[in-house]
Structures are given as C-alpha cells and as structure tokens.
C-alpha cells in the first residue's frame, strides 16, 4: 500500500492575484512504478487529483490540473519512492493529458502533426535564339528548363517508446538504420520512414524515437504567369513518393524537320516494404496499436 503525502502546502492567492498555472508536490513511498505513484495520488482519500481537478487552495478558480509528472526519489538508506508534481493552468489548458512515467519500459506514445515541405517542380519554355548563318539572321529556338516551388503539405507521425538494456542490441539498431527512406503502411496510409533517435533516460532504459512523414503526392504545377502555355510545357501530378524526371528534347528550326517538345514524367524512388515497421527498435507500431 502506497502512502501519499503532501510535502508543498500550496500556496495562498489574494484576490485577482491568481496566476496562470501552479504546482503541488507529493511524495508517494511504497510505490514501484511512476504509473502506481500517479494513481496513489488520484486515489488518495484527502489529497486525491485527478486531471481536470480545480486547485485545492483556490476554490472556484480557473486553475484546473492539466497533468502529473513522476520524479524517482532515493532517501537515505535507499527509499526509494516518487515526487508527483501535478501541474494546474488556466482553464485546463493541457487537460486530458497525461505524462506518462518517461523512465518505463511500459513507455509509449504517438503523436500526429501537419507537417510542410518545401518541394520543386520542373517546367519548359521556348526561348527564340538568333544567330547569323551567311550574312542572315536566323531565329532557331531552345527549351529552358526551370523550377517552381510550392508547398507540400504532408503528416508527420512519431512514435516514442522506451526499450530495455535486453532489447538495445546492435543488431536491432542496425535493422532499423535499413529501414531509413522506405515505405511503410500504417493504418490505411502509406508513410516514409525518416529514421530514429535514442537517448538514455535510466540505467537500463533507452528511449528511442521513431518519425515517419506522410507524401500525398500532387495535382499539375501551375506554369508561372506570364508564360504562354502553347510555348511551355509545365509538371505533370505526380503519386505520393514519386520524384520528377525531365528530359530535354532540341526543338529544331521551323522548316527544319519535325518539333519536338520536353518530356516532364514522374518516377518511384524509394523501396516499398509496406510491413518493415516490424523489424524497428522496440516494436513502436506494435505497441502503439496495444495502446490505442
């Protein structure tokens, strides 16, 4: 049985002097896990918060707690207990979630964001080019390549995990340096895998981050204003994942032989291997799936 106590008494607020967020430390002894800690405090019969719960020195207030955070604590004679600071802002902002104890194996979250890239897109034009042949002018024309920008909106996905020192092995690491720049599907979506990182967060616990971005390819790139369409030959759409290619056709002089135009196409670069989330470090698709 975890005992809970409450080892900061809070502060006291003068009228109109509340702030905009606050802090209350517990200290839970009996407790293995931050996780236990955490509900200790929840569950405790005179100090028990939970998320969304309004501050206990400031009733009525806007100060509502937003999440909990555990801090291993070693006293004397090794005691070993936890430090839960539930953190209070104003109107909740940040309720409804929880840190979850980040030195735990059991660790795992996932998180989702737009994400913007800038990308390039190749066009063609037709440039007149006059030279002399035999005392004469004659106009014979050129296609110039160019690029346009534009901004490709796309979906970052990162998965944390922790992983214990019996999992941590180079052959796992160098399972998932393979893995960097190909196609995973998770879900229903098709994403490309950007690599990990790792950090020690205890002794014998690694956190490993793994990032993914989703390409949703695009429509035909726009000509730039002011070119004429019948003299320009502008991007193609292209699939998500696929890169352009452009090939450089001589347009020859009027009269001359047949006119050629440029060729704009779409290429796949990168491998698919729609499962190889299932060799990386720690398992992260996996154990995210448990969670959600």
């Not at 035909?220 to 004429?228: I, K, R, Y």
């Amino acid at each position: 049985m975890a005992t809970v106590k409450r080892i900061q008494p809070g502060e006291s607020y003068g009228e109109g002097a509340i702030p905009s967020n606050a802090t209350i430390r517990f200290e839970v002894l009996g407790a293995l896990k931050a996780s236990e800690a955490i509900m200790a405090v929840k569950d405790d019969v005179a100090n028990g918060i939970a998320v969304g719960d309004i501050h206990p020195d400031v009733p009525g207030s806007r100060l509502q707690a937003t999440r909990f955070r555990a801090v291993e604590r070693i006293g004397a004679g090794n005691d070993r207990g936890w430090y839960i600071d539930v953190e209070f802002g104003v109107d909740g902002t940040g309720a409804n979630f929880e840190e979850p104890p980040v030195t735990e194996p059991e660790y795992v979250t996932v998180e989702y964001d737009s994400l913007s890239k800038d990308f390039q897109a190749p066009y063609w034009y037709r440039e007149p080019l006059a030279r002399e042949v035999g005392g004469s002018i004659v106009t014979t024309y050129d296609w110039k390549e160019q690029f346009r920008k534009f901004k490709l909106n796309g979906e970052s996905l990162r998965i944390v995990v922790n992983v214990p020192r019996s999992q941590y092995l180079f052959g796992a690491s160098d399972l998932s340096r393979a893995q960097i720049d190909n196609i995973h599907e998770i879900g229903t979506t098709k994403y490309q895998y950007i690599g990990y990182t790792s950090t020690q967060v205890a002794i014998d616990v690694w956190q490993v981050v793994h990032e993914w971005w989703s390409d949703p390819g695009n429509d035909a790139v726009p000509l730039p204003p002011g070119l004429n369409p019948a003299e320009s030959v502008a991007s193609p759409s292209r699939d998500p994942f696929d890169d352009y290619e452009s090939y450089k056709v001589p347009l020859l002089a009027p009269g001359t032989g047949p006119i050629f135009l440029p060729v704009i196409e779409t290429t796949t670069v990168f491998v698919e291997d729609l499962n190889g989330y299932n060799v990386l470090l720690g398992d992260p698709v996996g154990r995210a799936e448990a969670e959600l």
